[in-house]
């Protein structure tokens, strides 16, 4: 039983301290040299993205012959 309350309370001071730690920790951000190359590309994905929601609103509402073949 101590063991447990024990461990319940490490396991809280743990979650307090945590974000309290991390905080603390100065962080400079590193500048970026070059720019990125992928950048603004993103029309043929938008558009194949499109094509793919469309094509299966199509394969969904299709009217297919699937009677069943059960009796």
Sequence with gaps: ?????????????????????????????????ETSELGGGNYILAILAVAAIIAGIVIAVSDDDNDAVSP
């Design 1 to 33: 039983m101590k063991f447990r309350n024990l461990a319940a309370a490490a396991a809280a001071a743990t979650l307090v301290a945590a974000p309290v730690a991390a905080q603390a920790a100065p962080r400079a951000a590193a500048p970026a040299e």
